[in-house]
């Protein structure tokens, strides 16, 4: 498998600490690249994309594609994943933000907020993948792309995935309020 962007590269442009363990992200970005993006862009121009790294052949859009809106793409799921992942860690840590004197868990509101803000953030870059690929000065480049509905592909999954996954009564458990 061809990763679509390296681990220093996550760890430097996100809010993932470089002490995380490349172990630990790199399954992170395996299942961004696997499940998400490659049902985004479809599985030909996906398997394209990886084939054209490997064999050091990739075009000048694809090159654009790849450093200008993969990347982004990418990081803002590993991160979205990885927050959401700390909700049902094995070692019940929680997510903590840091300030001078100690770590803290994040409040209810927070970790929503920073959560949301995530969901988002990829969101966004799903839908500029999708912009530029369907571009009418890019659509010919990119003749493998599977055109998809980005609005009814990448919301509905979302809340729906997290109605099911973390009912409210849930998530107060184990973030209470106060």
Known sequence: MEYLTTLSVIKKNSIIS???Q???LISFLKRAQDNNLQSLIGRNLYKEIQD?????TLSEKEIILLKDYIEDYLI???EFNMIESQMISLNG???FKNNLKNTTLLSPDEFWKLLNTKKEEYI???NLIIEYIEDENNIDDFPKYKNVEVEN????VVEKVFNVRYPNEYINSIYPKN
Do not use: A, Q, T
């Not at 054209?52 to 050091?56: C, D, P």
């Not at 592909?153 to 509905?156: Q, T």
């Open 18 to 20: 470089s002490n995380i």
């Open 22 to 24: 490349d172990k630990f």
């Open 52 to 56: 054209n790294i490997k064999n050091n």
């Open 76 to 78: 803002s799921l590993v």
């Open 93 to 95: 840590s929680g997510i």
């Open 124 to 126: 966004l870059y799903g």
């Open 153 to 156: 592909y990448i919301e509905p």
